[in-house]
């Protein structure tokens, strides 16, 4: 009996024909893939990282990172995260930054202080946009305006600068900066944009339409039945928005909502997250393998991934040593730069041949104390767990064959005569050079649990011979 490793749904009994746990993997249309460790990237900062922002302009890669009080950017020779923080006056202490690029101007918000700008190629540090720009927690851009909300003293208030200009947030005769109060809804938790802004309340989402002149962006409710619940859960891919409300995992593509982890993880991450963390949940695309990852902190104080592949619409998670995920594009890194990694090629963070060392390349990363990381470590010991095989009476499960692209793996297997039995598993068993696992486990319902060694690059499923039992 074949058995493939297709969905993977805690939420579901085990009996539902999917896998019952997939961790430290990624998931694919045929099968799950590893996920590699955290490694550090960068030489520390003077104070812990909440995420770091990949920006490119005019063929120039650049890497920012921002902590409580200052933002940074990496130095490809001395791997060192160099202070560029506003020079007059510190930021005020906050605990999230949102971040915008606008033609060659980077623009951070973290709802403290007026919004940011570095210009690339040529500022030595922020400094404010402008003197009329809000304090905004979040910022995006929409079409060609900068669009920032959520002020504390307008929580509700979506504003926009003059077309084509992000110094210019003055309204009046000859701009086009303006803003509008969301009457419904609560506070904005997030926004995001391109074609036209799609902005995230408590309990209803808007879509943000250039109309012109008079009123310059239309606001129209596409949602009043569900709201997003945590501002770190908003991240966007193409003209998807994905995001966390009271009830689970949506996506929102400009005109409807759809759920996208109803009776397959929602209630698992619930059981699961730290509920006076919700606010610090990370989210990051990694376009490479097509997945949306959310980081959160779990009630054990561990930091755990969930993960989903919007292709195959699966879903799989991690356990992890980074504190938040983010997307990250490569800095090419000097010969200089590597001899600060180590001076050994073996103990870098990644092969040469990795996508880490080309400049430009998105590559999944995040932060972890005061330093960035990439993914790009050892693959990550995945674990791979059926539901429940059953057949009518009592069967013997007495031989594993696993499907492991260019790799092996360890099977054990828990065997129980009725579902409320315990699920005990049994030592694990290497595949022999033959690819076979002489397993004796007697039950009527059986799981298989398997770890992928060697250098595996898909895992797929497992074989099982499956015999009845014998009896009195």
Request: hydrophobic residues 40%.
């Amino acid at each position: 009996m074949k058995i493939l490793f297709d969905q993977w749904t805690p939420d579901r009994p085990g009996v539902a024909s999917s896998l019952s746990e997939a961790k430290n993997v990624i998931p694919t249309n045929v099968g799950y893939i590893p996920l590699e460790e955290a490694e550090d990237i960068s030489n520390a900062a003077d104070q812990n990282l909440y995420v770091s922002i990949p920006v490119k302009f005019a063929g120039t890669q650049y890497l920012f990172a921002a902590g409580s009080t200052k933002l940074y950017l990496f130095n490809d020779t001395t791997i060192n995260l160099d202070n560029r923080s506003r020079i007059v006056s510190p930021y005020t202490t906050t605990d999230f930054w949102d971040h915008a690029l606008f033609g060659n101007v980077l623009i951070m918000s973290n709802g403290k202080d007026i919004l940011q700008g570095f210009t690339l190629g040529s500022s030595a540090a922020f400094n404010n946009l402008d003197a009329a720009a809000p304090a905004a927690k979040y910022v995006t851009v929409v079409r060609d305006f900068v669009v920032a909300a959520g002020t504390t003293a307008d929580p509700n208030k979506v504003f926009w600068s003059d077309v084509n200009d992000e110094t210019n947030w003055t309204p009046g005769t000859g701009s086009q900066s303006d803003s509008q109060f969301i009457p419904d809804g609560g506070d904005i938790m997030g926004i995001t944009g391109g074609e036209f802004g799609i902005v995230l309340l408590e309990r209803s989402i808007y879509r943000m339409t250039y109309i012109g002149a008079p009123l310059y962006f239309q606001f129209d409710n596409i949602t009043r039945s569900l709201g997003c619940m945590s501002r770190g859960s908003i991240v966007q891919s193409g003209g998807f928005t994905y995001f966390l409300s009271d009830d689970g995992f949506y996506v929102c593509d400009g005109q409807t909502v759809k759920p996208i982890g109803n009776d397959r993880i929602d209630k698992w991450f619930f059981d699961n997250v730290a509920p006076t963390v919700l606010q610090n949940i990370s989210a990051a695309i990694d376009p490479v393998n097509k997945v949306v990852i959310w980081g959160f902190e779990n009630t054990f104080a561990q930091t755990y991934l969930l993960i989903y592949n919007w292709a195959a619409d699966k879903w799989s998670y991690a356990q992890t040593t980074a504190d938040y995920v983010s997307t990250l594009a490569t800095v090419p890194v000097s010969v200089e730069g590597l001899d600060n990694y180590s001076a050994s090629l073996d103990a870098l963070p990644a092969s040469l041949d990795s996508r880490l060392w080309a400049g430009g390349q998105i590559v999944l990363g995040g932060v972890r104390g005061a330093k960035i990381v990439t993914f790009s470590g050892t693959p990550l010991t995945a674990v791979l767990t059926t539901g429940d095989i059953e057949q009518p009476f009592n069967t013997m499960l007495r031989l594993a064959r696993p499907l492991v692209a260019n790799g092996s793996a360890t099977v054990s297997v828990a065997s129980r005569f009725r579902l409320d039995g315990n699920l005990n598993y049994s030592t694990a068993v290497a595949a022999s050079s033959e690819n076979r696992i002489p397993l004796r486990s007697i039950g009527r319902y059986h799981r298989v649990s398997l770890t992928p060694t060697g250098n595996w690059t898909n895992a797929t499923g497992v074989e099982v011979e499956i015999v009845p039992a014998g009896g009195r």
